[in-house]
Every structure is written in C-alpha cells, then in structure tokens.
C-alpha cells in the first residue's frame, strides 16, 4: 500500500509571492537555463513559430496551385517553398516539438528531477535553434548564380546530381546541408539524454515495465534517432566533399551513383517519419486512457509492437525508390517489409480501441483530437498499404497521391496528437487550463479543412498529377480538386491562429489548473502546476504502472493486479 | 482547488541502475558507428569501380605497425583505468602516457602514408572513386583518433598536475570506452581497405 508524503509547506505554492524580475534577467535565467522543463517549453515554443513559418509556406504553395496556369509566384519561388516547406516542418517543427515534449515529460514521469546530461540538453537545443536560423538566414544572405539563388530549392531530399556543385551553383544547397547537420547533432544529443534518463534515473520501484508507455516510445525514438539521423549526417558530409573537395561519391561521370545518395538518405528518412510518429502514438497512449477512465489495454503488447515497429522501420527504406530500377527481388523485398510492418502498428491501434471499448469516455478537446487520431491514422495506413504494392506505386509515385498520403499521417495523425497533447499537459506547463470553446473550435475548423484538403488531393494524384510541378493545364482536369484541396488550407490557417491566440489569451486569463485537472495516473501529476524547477522535493516510489491511482484508491491499487 | 501536492512514497529495497556516463557514451557509440557504417557501405559499393588510377593494389601498403600501436593503446588504456580505480594516480598516467604515445604514431603513420599517397602516388580525394573513398573513410577514422588523443592527452595533463583522483575513474572509463569504439572501428577500416579492398 503505497503512504503519501507530504512536500515541505511552501513548495510548489502559488507564484505571487515571487519577487518581480526585470526583463533581462528572465531572458537570462532562458537563455542559461539547464532545466528541462524550460528546454523542453523553448524547443515547443521555437517549433510553434516554424509551425506558422511552415504553414505560410504551405499557403503560398496552395494559393499557386488553386488555379491551373497560375502565375502567382514564379517557377524558382515555387522550388524553394516546398523544399522549404517540407525541410522546416520535418527537422524545425516536428523534431522539435517531439524531442520538446520529450524534455518536459520524460524526467517528470520517471520520477526524476532533470535528464541526465542537463548542460548537453542545453546544448542540443541551442544548436537546433542555430540550425533553424541558418536555414532561414538563406533567403537573406544567398549568392550565387542566376537562378541559383537565396534558400534551397532542391527539395527536402536533395537528390543528387541536383545538388552537385554544377547544378546547385552558390550556396543555398549548402544552406540546406549545414542547418540539417546542426539540428541532427542536437537530435543525437537529445536522444543519447532520453536514454540515459530513463536507464539510469528512474525512482525506485520503477520497473521497466512500471514505467508510463510514453517513457518506453520515447526510449525506442531514441535509440531509432541514434541510427537514423547518422546516415543523414554522412551522407551530407559526402554532399560537401563532393561540393566543396571534388569528391565523386555522387558523380555519375566517375562511375560514382546518384541512387547512392537516394538509399543513404531514405535510411534516414524512412526511420526518420517513425522518429515523428512515435512521439504521437506516445501521447495517445496517455491521453485515451485517461478519457476512457480505463488503464490502457496490452501494456506488453504495445511495448513489444513498438520495438518491432522500431526494428522494422529500418527495412522499408527502398519503398521510396520503386521506380529507380532495382529490379524485382529488392521490390518485393520492400513490398513485403512495407507490409510487415503493418503488423505491429495494427495491433496497437486495435489496443487503442480496445482501450476504448466498455470506458467512460469523456469527450474533451484533447480526447477529441485523438479519436481523429485513430481513424485518420488507419486511413493514412492503408493508404500506405497501396503505395506499398510497388507496380502499383509505379503508377502513383511521385504524384499527389504521395504526397496526400505522407500529409495524411503528417498532419492527420501526428499533428492531431501534437495538438492533444497541447490541450493535455498546457495545464500542468502553465497552470491554466486552455479555453475549451476556444479548443472546440479549433478542432472542428482544423478538421474540416485537414479533410477537405488531403481527402481531396488523393483524387489528382489517381488522376496523375505529379509532384513538384508549379502550374497545370487546363485540360487536365485537376483544377476542380486542386481548389477545393486549396480551400481546405484556409480552414486550417484560421484554426491555427485560433490555437495560437487560445495559447496566448489563456496564459494570462485561463481557469486556473491544480496539480492533477484530468484526474489523470501518472507522476507529473503529482507535482503542482507548473511544477517546481527541481521536480520533486522527495523523490517518489512506486509500486505499479499507475503510481496516482494508487494513491488515490487505497482500496484497490493496480500493485494488487499487476 | 488544493495546491498541495501527494507524492508517493515508500521505502524500496536494493535499487539499482546503470551509471549514466557508461549508457551515454554507449549512445555515442552507436550513434557514431552509423556514421561510420555508411562511410563503409560506400567504400565497399565502389569497390573496383574507379575509371581511372592509381588503384589499391598499385599504392596500398599494410600498416600493420600503426596498427599493432592502436591496438595495443587500447590495452595501456585499460590499465590505466585499472590502475586509477586502485587510486594509483602516478602508474595510471604513465599508462595513460603510453596511450597518448601509441596513438600519436598511429597518427604519425597515417600522416606518412598520406605525404607519399599525394606526392608521389598522385591519389587526392579528388582523383577518383579510391581517392574519394579512401580519404573520407581514414580521415574520419582519423579525425575520431585525434579527437580521443585530445581527450586523453587532457586526462594526463591533469593527472600530471596532480588533478586526477580515484573519483575520476569511472569518467577515465567512459573515456576508455571512446578509445576502445577508436580501435575496434580501425579493425573495420583495415579489413576494408587493407584487405577486402585491394
């Protein structure tokens, strides 16, 4: 039967007792600062404004789109809003916030009081963010050549010999190159601490298989980031040899190859949507319990699915390569490694739902974007599932329906769960609730354009519309859909500026959040809202997987069951 | 609402976890040995496939001295871990000195060995696949050896300054695994440059 102790009175208390402090000196206690709770409210804030970056971006490229033969910006503008598009969004808004939550949660569910290597946490961040800056600065400070001119227009993959210095001349492939590295060697860092800490730090009585499943899908993240983001890292120091030395890794006129570059970047970049999508799978697996008032079904099972899906993820690469001409072994090699992996992702979405089955389910906001989770999650697989069929693909790849496909999990699943867990832990980051009618529509209006825009980009892709391109005729029959796609990126624009502003107002004028608004089972639960900067005035113990729940039901503690 | 905070909190019988440097330098390792395994893939995949000279065969020869240094530099590193774990501060830096010795002629070796693979072999990074290959592979196995010697080379200037204490040598360990990853990715490289290579 697990006791409870009582903190030393005072701590965690409200903070109007605190002294005021002059503007340099909080921007000071930031920019300083070892603690991972505001490492990781840096990493998610810095993401959120990428995310409105990104999303311009986006709006630009869709506004070109709406109308065949469109002259609304230019082909080269064209290249470098999507290859800026996608670069920022995958390493400067979706890295970030993950590895964000990651900070903020991870010591806080383990019972600790910081990651293991605080100074190296600081570290990653501030290179990342370095990183984002270096991309960006490209559109101010590019040189070079005609046509080759200020950010990087080669696409967020960069294929070779696109990117050979004959090709690419100036610097903006550089830009590129350079601001990736940098965000991959805070990665690497924020992962090497997510291990460490959950190895070496956890409270005592805390099992491995005690602890909360979001520790465990962040821990398979992080091991998978050790071996995903270093390809990457190779093969751009490759890039820059063959740029700035005259190496021939990717020169076909020395016998070197171009899909050698192609299979080094696609072992990072298939691993590299999983390192995305763990994280999202990671939130669900807290937030539907909760509003289910079950613990979650398959504890084992989801961990086991989870490592598998892990070790799988590193087979499918050449999926992205059918129509390179491999040949039919590695085809049907990937087809099938594609299609395994469906396998563990299905048995935990079936886990999910059985989660659900026969629970009192509360439909708040974060609970809302979930069960959209679960659904668009599975469309976004079988969708998936097609692509995977490699004639099939010969048919779809590089078109619309790719990139309907990728946007659907992107957007559908793990934005979706990444607002959930906005609306879950804000409370417990702030110590405001965020306003539920405000949430309300956010959701609603993100959803109806999240389907009017990516439902309907499947169609030109079966149409044959392929990616990349800046215009379209006519007669071609795509400009129907392309408008509605279009119009459905309004929806999500005005839904994000309502998220945006809900964020803001509710930090000033939100109901207040205690320690535990969502009767939720966790540690983080625990300590007050926000919590105090060293966690835990004594460390907790634990006894099962659901250490609050315990302590609030003595007469039935999950320590009997499990 | 309360802001009073419930902490559970029982006593727990032997607890005991693994020590945070040995895990996160094992990270490091891995996340490094992915670099280093595509370097390798593609130093296999041109295999043979330069258009033109000079190739392995015509300019390689086995290091096998350099090699026995680097080697057996693992094996003076973990003595001297060994040694300042029994708080024998002044054998562990001669060991320690030892590393830093064997590991400089390993450098110095390379050093020679590229002198005449410019200047008299005429092979650049430039020249062709080998050369490409050849340079990015040891020289980032190099660039790592050198990045060790420093780290060392620290350790036993503070060891020397009479800073090192028995306390230190679970980090001289976390160090010692660096150096050991150091090495074993040279019997890599050997084997696929020196041997399967040419």
Known sequence: MATQTQPPAGTGTAPALQRHRGFFEVMQDWITTVDHKKIGIMYITYALIF?????????????????????????????????????????FVGMPILFGFGNYLVPLMVGARDMAFPRLNAFSFWISAFGGMLLYFSYFAGSGLYGAGTAPDVGWFAYAPLTARVFSPGHSTDYWTFSIFLSGIGSIGTALNIVATTLCMRCPGMKLNRMPLLVWLYLVTSGLVFVTISPLTAAQIMLCIDRYLGGHFFDTQAGGSAVLWMHFFWIFGHPEVYILVLPAFAFANEIIPVFSRKAIFGYPAMVAATVGIGFISLSVWAHHMFTVGMGPGPNAFFTFSTMVIAVPTGIKIFNWLATLWGGNIHFTVPMMFSIAFLFQFLIAGLTGIILSVSPFDWQLGNSYFVVAHFHYVLVGAILFMIFAAFYYWYPKMSGRMLSNALGKWHFWLFFIGFHLTFDFMHVPGLMGMPRRIYTYEADRGWGFWNLIVSSGAIFQAVAVLIFAYNLVVSYFKGETAGPDPWDAWTLEWSTSSPPPSYNFAVIPTVESRRPLWDLKHPEEPDSQYE | MSTAVAVPHQPVEGWHEPS???????????????????????????????????????????PIFATVCLLSSSVTVHFAVHELRAARVARSAWWLAATVLLGSIFIGFTAMEWYQLIYHDGLTIRTNLFGTT??????????????????????????IAGKVTQQHAERLEVLSLYWHFVDAVWVVVFTVVYIVGR
Do not use: W
């Open chain 2, 134 to 159: 050849f340079y990015s592979l040891v020289g980032l196995h190099a660039s790592h050896v050198i990045v060790g010697l420093i780290m060392l080379g620290l350790t036993l200037i503070f060891a």
């Open chain 2, 20 to 62: 945070r440097g040995v895990v996160g330098m094992v990270c490091l390792i891995i996340a490094e040995s992915a670099i280093f395994v595509i370097f390798v893939v593609a130093y296999l995949y041109y295999i043979g496939k330069s258009l033109t000279g000079p190739y392995p065969h015509d300019v390689l020869e086995l």
């Open chain 1, 51 to 91: 995310l409105l970056v990104a999303g311009v971006e986006a709006l630009l490229i869709r506004i070109q789109l709406a109308v065949p033969n469109n002259t609304f910006v230019s082909p080269e503008v064209f290249n470098r809003l999507f290859t800026m598009h996608g670069t920022t969004m995958v390493f």
